[in-house]
């Protein structure tokens, strides 16, 4: 019994090694701070996050993405201050919300120029169909721009209530922690994303 009693700390280390191993390299879990995704997703929600889907292929419009939070946006759902230790813990292994990264849809890749016209998005001239959001849905005009060579143009699916690339401009790529592939909170919500 003590020789287990020994061993426990041993296997709690190791389980949490692996843990931050395979969030490193292969999936992280992502918390949804805001309503700015909604309907797809919403505030609570749980989310993993492939951090190996960009080193296989390129970014492509219309997938969520998880980034880190730019300068000069605002913060969504949580607040600027910084974490004490457990709570750094808790985030990295991804049981506490982090307030530095955010989820947005890709709308415009590098070289595209993207804007909101009469309700709607325009990429390159051409209106842009989105399944995605609710028919009703509209986006408030915005001035047009180009994405810049190694950047991105994300917009919030719930267009009246998020801060995106309308407010704090074109996110570079290199900011991109990776792609959201599925919901797994709530248990009865369960999707691939």
Do not use: C
């Not at 993993?48 to 292929?57: E, G, I, K």
């Not at 990264?101 to 990429?123: A, C, F, N, Q, S």
């Amino acid at each position: 019994m003590l020789r287990g009693l020994m061993e426990l700390p041993i296997v709690a280390g190791l389980a949490v090694v692996i843990v931050v191993v395979l969030r490193a390299v292969l999936v992280q879990p992502f918390y949804i701070p805001s309503a700015s995704m909604e309907p797809q997703l919403k505030i609570n929600d749980k989310i993993l996050v492939s951090r190996l889907s960009y080193r296989l292929h390129p970014v492509h419009r219309g997938d969520l993405v998880v980034f880190d939070e730019p300068p000069g946006a605002r913060l969504e759902g949580g607040s600027a201050t910084r974490p004490g230790d457990l709570e750094w813990i808790g985030q990295r292994l991804g049981l506490v919300p982090r307030n530095d990264e955010l989820v947005k849809r890709v709308i415009g890749l590098p070289g595209d120029t993207v804007e909101g016209m009469d309700g709607h998005v325009y990429v390159d001239g051409h209106l842009l169909v989105e399944p995605y959001l609710p028919p009703t849905t509209r986006t408030d005009d915005f001035a047009r721009a180009t994405v810049p060579k190694g950047m991105l143009w994300v917009m919030g699916d719930n267009r009246g209530d998020s801060q995106d690339s309308r407010y704090f401009g074109a996110i570079k790529r290199s900011t991109v922690v990776g792609r959201a592939v599925l919901r797994v909170w709530p248990l009865d919500k369960i999707s691939f994303l």
